[in-house]
């Protein structure tokens, strides 16, 4: 899929803006040119310094805490999440909570983190199917389960999103080189880097092909 490199300079804002793919998101947009929002429960906790970014406190369980920084910007990434095998409402409930708070604000567009592993990719190997299916989606089903939750609250929404779902995720850098799928299981997809994760993001904040779409992205 063709990239749109090139965008004119957006004001985005993130949340999760301090884990793995919401800061390599921060580091790049800013590095692309765009105006960025941070929000964060602990505003603290980013030691980023730049003239184009704005670090704001905030919570997605607390719809009331976002509205005012959704207001006029452009685009929004949700890099929220953290592994859990307890139960959680993280995904599903703050990802509600933003659709409301991007309703108040009249933002529309914006880009989820999912992930692969919430299904079993029929184009892996025998072992790899099994070991998604049997070691994997039972350590982390109640993250997966509240994923799945999230997914279908986002796509009966009335926003432009886009769902990324990313495999196993690597602290390794920025390669631009990568594959991508729309709507359907990527070949093999084993693993990515969060960098290059939010590579694809910032380069597509303008592509149209995406929205309404999943995504799947690995090398």
Same mark, same amino acid.
């Given at each position: 899929m063709e990239q749109i490199e090139k965008s004119v300079r957006q004001r985005i804002v993130v949340l999760g803006a301090n884990g793995g793919i919401g800061r390599q998101v921060v580091l790049q947009a800013l590095a692309a040119g765009h105006q960025v929002t941070a929000i964060l429960r602990s505003p603290e906790k980013l030691a980023i310094a730049d003239q184009h970014l704005e670090i704001v406190k905030g919570d997605v369980m607390n719809p009331g805490s976002l509205t005012e920084h959704f207001m *006029? !910007?452009?685009t929004l990434i949700s890099a929220i999440g953290r592994n859990s095998f307890k139960r959680t409402t993280l995904y599903s409930q703050g990802s509600k909570n933003v659709i409301y708070a991007m *309703? $108040? #604000?009249?933002? !529309?567009r914006a880009f989820f983190i999912s992930a692969s592993g919430i299904e079993? =990719?029929?184009?892996? #190997? /025998?072992?790899?199917r099994l070991a998604t299916r049997f070691i994997l989606q039972a350590m982390l089903r =109640?993250?997966?389960a509240d994923q799945v939750v999230? $997914?279908? /609250?986002i796509k009966s929404s009335f926003i432009d999103w886009t769902i990324i779902r990313p495999p196993k995720?690597? =602290? !390794?850098p920025k390669t631009g080189n990568y594959r991508v799928s729309l709507n359907t299981f990527l070949d093999n997809g084993i693993s990515i880097s969060r960098a290059d994760v939010a590579h694809f993001i910032v380069s597509n904040l303008i592509n149209k092909a995406i929205v309404r779409k999943t995504v799947e992205i690995a090398y």
């Amino acid at each position: 899929m063709e990239q749109i490199e090139k965008s004119v300079r957006q004001r985005i804002v993130v949340l999760g803006a301090n884990g793995g793919i919401g800061r390599q998101v921060v580091l790049q947009a800013l590095a692309a040119g765009h105006q960025v929002t941070a929000i964060l429960r602990s505003p603290e906790k980013l030691a980023i310094a730049d003239q184009h970014l704005e670090i704001v406190k905030g919570d997605v369980m607390n719809p009331g805490s976002l509205t005012e920084h959704f207001m *006029q !910007k452009d685009t929004l990434i949700s890099a929220i999440g953290r592994n859990s095998f307890k139960r959680t409402t993280l995904y599903s409930q703050g990802s509600k909570n933003v659709i409301y708070a991007m *309703q $108040e #604000s009249g933002l !529309k567009r914006a880009f989820f983190i999912s992930a692969s592993g919430i299904e079993v =990719n029929p184009t892996h #190997s /025998l072992l790899i199917r099994l070991a998604t299916r049997f070691i994997l989606q039972a350590m982390l089903r =109640n993250m997966y389960a509240d994923q799945v939750v999230m $997914e279908s /609250l986002i796509k009966s929404s009335f926003i432009d999103w886009t769902i990324i779902r990313p495999p196993k995720l690597l =602290n !390794k850098p920025k390669t631009g080189n990568y594959r991508v799928s729309l709507n359907t299981f990527l070949d093999n997809g084993i693993s990515i880097s969060r960098a290059d994760v939010a590579h694809f993001i910032v380069s597509n904040l303008i592509n149209k092909a995406i929205v309404r779409k999943t995504v799947e992205i690995a090398y």
